[in-house]
């Protein structure tokens, strides 16, 4: 199985400053064929199942906000948060689906 | 609008079974797969395991083996997930999922609102 690390497992950041939540696979998930990396992000608020934010690494879900960003490529991956709001407290969580099983990460517990 | 909506919150005992459902509205069902995922108290995502809603063709996480079906059915866009042989461990939210594509390997877009499992004595 691929096994999905992200780091770090919690995080604290001010109104209006950037996070960074990375995430690391034990195998590239990227598919040369297409070249699209086979990495999404979600975020899960409390009592709430996830929510689709980023998809192809970088590809980012229609009516999300562009505060949101994916990068990397291969095995590291980075979402960014350009500017954190009071909704944006969270966790968030990478996914391959490039093998089967699917797995995720831990998470990453977001707060302000 | 795509809507997932499942079935109620179920209290078992170990050794029981449970089928939850997830009903799908808004959308071609045929056309896209579901996908399961379970979340115990606290914890992260767990992928369960997947079924084409036009074929039926599922494929489960390895530590289910023996223990979980995955249907569908077409006439009433429901799918269901039974879970056998329940244990402690197994209490958890389990959530459907629509994958974006009619194939196991996509991106979750639409989930339902969870369906809270508790196995106890």
């Known amino acids: 199985d691929i096994v999905m690390t992200q780091s770090p497992d919690s995080l604290a950041v001010s109104l209006g400053e950037r996070a960074t939540i990375n995430c690391k696979s034990s195998q590239s998930v990227l598919y040369s064929s297409n070249n699209k990396n086979y990495l999404t992000w979600y975020q899960q608020k409390p009592g709430q199942p996830p929510k689709l934010l980023i998809y192809w690494a970088s590809t980012r879900e229609s009516g999300v906000a562009d505060r949101f960003s994916g990068s990397g490529s291969g095995t590291d991956f980075t979402l960014t948060i350009s500017s954190l709001q009071a909704e944006d407290v969270a966790v968030y969580y990478c996914q391959q689906h490039y093998i089967l099983p699917c797995t995720f990460g831990q998470g990453t517990k977001l707060e302000i | 609008q795509v809507q997932l909506t499942q079935s109620g919150g179920e209290v078992k005992k170990p050794g029981a079974s449970v089928k939850v459902s997830c009903k799908a509205s808004g959308y071609t069902f045929s056309s896209y797969a579901i996908t399961w995922v379970r979340q115990a108290p606290g914890q992260g995502l767990e992928w369960m395991g997947w079924i084409s809603a036009y074929s039926g063709h599922t494929n489960h996480a390895q530590k289910l083996q023996g223990r979980v079906t995955m249907t569908t059915d077409t006439s009433t866009r429901t799918a269901y997930m039974e879970l056998r042989s329940l244990r402690s461990d197994d209490t958890a939210v389990y959530y459907c999922?629509?994958?974006?594509?009619?194939?196991?390997?996509?991106?979750?877009?639409?989930w339902g609102q969870g369906t809270l499992v508790t196995v106890s004595s």
């Open positions: 999922a629509r994958g974006r594509g009619s194939s196991w390997s996509a991106m979750f877009d639409y």
